[in-house]
DNA sequence: CGGTGCGTTGACATTTCTCAACTGTTGTGG
DNA sequence: CCACAACAGTTGAGAAATGTCAACGCACCG
């Protein structure tokens, strides 16, 4: 409520080129917040009041359906910035926000005023649109992976568009959720997430070692993103 | 090249608030183009120069993989607009687009001289933060209902969220792909489409009739939709 | 120590895909 | 106007992928 020091936003992609008074106005809006593993920060459906920005820790944004069954759309690291467009032009949050680690630091903007601010400041408005464009870009990508129709090629073009270390013979791959949500994450059960996995190490592609994940042969690996390969005939 | 009536851009959900002096500096931007089905407006890869607005007719948006499989992205009809996200923050179009009937009416606004004006034009930016928060909400939609897994739940939720038609004894949906896109648009295969369509029809629940859905029994829809429902033991 | 929950594996049921044949429609050219 | 090709849509049969259920090991945490 009482702002924040500017500093803070300069270092978030959205803000790099902002003016400074752009940047000032902002902070004042904004209150930095540490959150505990679990601490919920918004629920489905609860009026828009507040955007954030992950500073440290992670967060996972999610959907309750019937019965419980829990949809993760996202997590979200380091950087990244979620509900401007529940706050920019939304009513309510579309889906749940918790934290997930300890501590897990956000800067949290409130809405009202930040919408106010937005219509007079055409930088900011510029910049929050290029937010919103990168959004776009990371679901439109989601879109394509799920409708690929095997589970092989969802996870293979999962985890080549994730950020890798290339390690000696080949690519560190972190798995940033638990493996039973990644499953869900691309639309399959834990099983059968743990039996491409199985099966991949059988055949040479990659080694599955706790919670990352080795690549040693990503051109076959690519290959089963795009459905060239199959690897049912060769176990 | 030359401008285009104000006037045509007013009617467009985007700027229905806008001021006077900004549509017309969009209107100036703008030109009015009649296309005919097949033609292709522009093509993946392609150096983004302008966005569009579809005035009358329809657009769809598609990918090609390997060996010319071709995955629509999005069909888009009177109101929508395309490729803001691409004129505004990304080198390229990620996707192709082509018109589908005769005509297709389009207004097409230039891209380097709109994001000029963008900075310096707040409201005309909230304009457009509005209409990349539109083409969010629904690409998050789209990225749940890939995320159900079962062919007929993803059907049901997609037939769901159409705008339908109330009908005598019960509720009129128009298809607007054929089925063999909208089966690939729900991540399954023509004949799954088929298939599942039979079995609700054999149910009593919904009736093909050519071009367009007709519900009968919407409640039990909407159970399918969310896996309450299962539809396989009671052939 | 127990408990709790993730991850793996196996056996089995089910869904979905694949391949192939057949139908009906549409549009073209004779 | 008809014959024909081309293509969407349907249906069937069999194969393959995936989901379900259950058991087990293992780590983590009280």
New interface residues.
């Given amino acids: 409520m009482s702002g924040i020091e500017p500093s803070l936003l300069r270092g978030l992609p959205h803000f790099r080129s902002l003016p400074e008074a752009s940047l000032a106005a902002v902070a004042r809006l904004a209150r930095l917040r540490t959150c505990r593993a679990g601490e919920a920060l918004f629920a489905e459906g609860e009026p828009a009041r507040a955007f954030y920005f992950v500073r440290s820790g992670a967060v996972k944004l999610y959907?309750l359906?019937?019965e419980g069954?829990e949809?993760v759309?996202h997590h979200l690291g380091p950087g990244r910035s979620f509900a401007e467009?529940a706050v920019?032009?939304?009513p309510a949050y579309?889906a749940h926000a918790v934290a997930l680690e300890t501590p897990t630091e956000l800067v949290e903007v409130a809405g009202a005023p930040f919408r106010e601010r937005?219509?007079?400041?055409?930088?900011l408005?510029?910049a929050?649109?290029?937010s919103?464009?990168?959004?776009?870009?990371g679901?439109?990508d989601?879109?394509?992976e799920?409708?690929?129709?095997s589970a092989s090629a969802r996870l293979a073009h999962h985890l080549l568009r994730r950020p890798a270390r290339r390690e000696g013979e080949g690519l560190a791959i972190p798995l940033e959720m638990a493996k039973k949500e990644l499953a869900?994450h691309l639309?399959?059960?834990p099983e059968t997430l743990s039996r491409v996995l199985r099966r991949w190490q059988d055949a040479g592609i990659a080694r599955s070692q706790g919670t990352r994940l080795l690549v040693l042969d990503e051109q076959r690996l690519d290959a089963l993103a795009?459905?060239?390969e199959d690897l049912s005939g060769r176990a």
């Fill in positions: 959907r359906g019937r069954r949809q759309l467009a920019l032009s939304m579309p937005l219509a007079g400041d055409g930088e408005a510029v929050m649109v290029a919103l464009s990168m959004w776009l870009a679901l439109a989601r879109v394509e799920l409708s690929l129709t869900q639309a399959m059960t795009e459905g060239r």
